[in-house]
């Protein structure tokens, strides 16, 4: 680690709420750029008594738009990009990052968000070479350890000005090289969500942008779902919202009236647009009020509509006739890419729905091998997750176990704690509750662009705990509940007897 002492204004222990950034100067321009590289090597200095690391990442999210990595600056180099989240950093951008320095060859990576209301400030990323340095406990101490980055991260995203500055005669990016660059970023893409991410990180530098997204025909007819949305994989904690999918976004209509007269629509601000055109936004999110300029094209293959490409920057009178020129060269590619990926996300639905209807014994039997030879919960739990995830197309399965008369406990696969020590949740007023209480043999309730289903786990036909799944919308849960059935009925008398041991029976009094 580094021996540079703290920059002036800093502190020397994380945990004594002691860490501030250098006193910024009030005058225009950039904060000193040599004091904040002396203080992210202080901060890396500091962290590591506690979270052992070779890379500390540090970005920041000005309030005038844009990302700026403070430290190291070697990751430009990497082409390690950050893409400025609407409001607050999404868990599959979190992931998509830590997948990136991961590949780089570091064996232990966590990333997380310095978190302010209304929005993130910015972002801390830690990576060590050897395996097994950040679990659960270091999370939840970086956590702690971020929320003392608040007050110097919020004052210095006031001053930060947009990073980015195009004059009026600046070049545009090379076309030819673009349509390279779109190409390669759609060969190593394996889902519409990743190819967004890459698609953002690999034009920043020659299209800049704050908010990089691709609009596209959802699965419902007349349906729109945003490609680039957060899927929510688990890191710590409980998930939260899993995305929503709009049949029209506010401002979508105007957007597409637009579009079918030019190929790219370039706009220099939309806080000024005439014409009622703003960022096309689904009812429940929040408006990207931040983004000025705007450039949108219309993604077409063999004369039908793939998708709406939209790049937007919180500087105003960004772009130019040659970066419309640009954007309008990578179309084709970019159109077949997203066509591809859909498809093959619909084959691979389709393929495990068929599994599912047509084979269930191999799954069964495979899930019976498994709980009789994994001997450790945690394990069991992980695999047998996976397996039931695998044969349903479920995007997410966790057990709910009943523990007190009105009080049940939620294990989530690959759980090591004792169900005792797991908090307890109420019963009553839940999706699940009706199914515990063996009131109705399932639940399928739609929730946005996935569907959640409830199923009972049962001994002697009565329920003492619930299978809980959450997969994507369009009754595809629905043709697969019989199977689902049979997975929970085996896995059952193996948490049944989890339960026992840990003197439920006594507790719920049943």
Known sequence: MSDVPPAPGTGTSPAGGGFLLPI??????????????????????????????????????????????????????????????????????????????????????IAAPI??????????????????????VQAMRLFSLLREFVPPFRRLAERMPVPVERGADSGGPDPDNLVAVVAQV??????????????SAMLHGTLPHDHLDILAPGPRPGSWEWLGADRTRRRWGSSEGLGTEAAGPRGFAVLQERLAHQPVLTVADLSTDRSGLVWPTDPDRRDLHRIHAMMAMELRLAGETVGYLLLGSAAADLYRPADEAALASMADVLAAG?????????????????????????ALARLVRLLATVPRFAEATRQAAAIIRETTGARYCRFILRLGPIEAVVVEPGE???????????????????????????????????????????IAGRPFGVLSLIGPAGGRLAAVTHV??????????????????????????S
């Open 338 to 362: 997203v066509a591809v990926l859909r498809t093959r996300a619909e084959v691979e639905v389709l393929r495990r729905t068929v599994t599912a209807m047509e084979g269930p014994g191999g």
């Open 24 to 109: 910024l100067p009030s005058g225009a321009g950039l904060p000193d750029p040599i004091a904040i590289a002396t203080w992210h090597l202080a901060v890396s200095d500091t962290i590591g008594s506690e979270l052992r690391h070779e890379l500390l990442a540090l970005w920041l999210f000005p309030d005038a738009g844009g990302v700026v990595l403070l430290g190291p600056a070697a990751l430009l180099e990497d082409r390690v990009v950050v893409a400025r989240p609407e409001t607050f950093v999404g868990q599959e951008q979190l992931l998509a990052l830590e997948d990136r320095v991961r590949a780089a060859g570091y064996a232990s990576v």
């Open 416 to 458: 090591s704690r004792p169900l005792i020590d797991l908090p307890l949740v109420p019963v009553s007023g839940s999706p699940f509750a009706a199914v515990l209480r063996g009131e109705v043999p399932l639940t399928l309730r739609p929730d946005g662009e996935n569907e959640e289903l409830h199923l009972p786990l049962r």
């Open 484 to 509: 689902a059935q049979q997975l929970a009925d085996v896995v059952a008398p193996h948490l049944e007897l989890v339960r026992r041991e840990a003197g439920a029976e006594v507790r719920s009094g």
């Open 115 to 136: 978190r302010d209301q209304p929005r993130d400030l910015g972002l801390m990323l830690l990576a060590a070479l050897q395996p097994g340095q950040y679990g659960p």
């Open 186 to 199: 759609v060969a190593q893409s394996r889902s519409a969500q990743e190819l967004v991410t890459g698609l």
